[in-house]
């Protein structure tokens, strides 16, 4: 009996030769793609422009701070003063005296430091005897952080010998340590420009048998 050839199914809508082929990129579908993305795009911006982390590296801020030690540091207030300063200058950011502080060498931007606010822009700044001494604008005197409770100096010597007005746009900062050669500060390489900084230090959050906000 001869054998009856079966002609193929006309092709149509059902027919899977006429779909379009799923997009995978290698192994990962689109969907599993966009999982994984987005969280990564929204943990940058968090990083960039909220919140972030470092470790602490030398004795600079002891007994504030220790080698090792891993901060949370608040992006937030000098993310909105950038924006409400590109429109009015008045409002860049202004931390306050006594504030702890994460930024960027100008000399060397890849350098992330901490260090304590203790001089804010039109400030007289004396270190002269082993002692800071702070005067705003007007002439009144502010306390050394360390004296208010703001910081655990290390020392209460504060080496160095200077008198110095603060510039507009610029800080005056300085590290909790504050012996000879432990802390490279404002009192070596000058005030620092206010738009270096990356945020405020906030939180002490390991070793957890000290953590706690700063």
Known sequence: MPRHLIPDAPAGRGDPRRRPPRVVLGPISKRALAWILAPAALLLLLHTFVIGTLHVVGVSMADTLEPGDLVLISKLAVTRSR???SVDPARSYRPDRGDVVAFRLPQKPSLLLVKRVVGLAGDRVVVEHG???VRDAGGAAWPDPALAGYARARLEVTAGSLDVVVPRDALFVIGDNRGAGASSDSRDW???????VVGRVVLLLHPFARAGPL
Request: proline share 8%; charged share 10%.
């Open 190 to 196: 000058g005030c620092l420009p206010s738009d270096a």
């Open 83 to 85: 924006i409400l300063g």
């Open 131 to 133: 002692a800071l001494h």
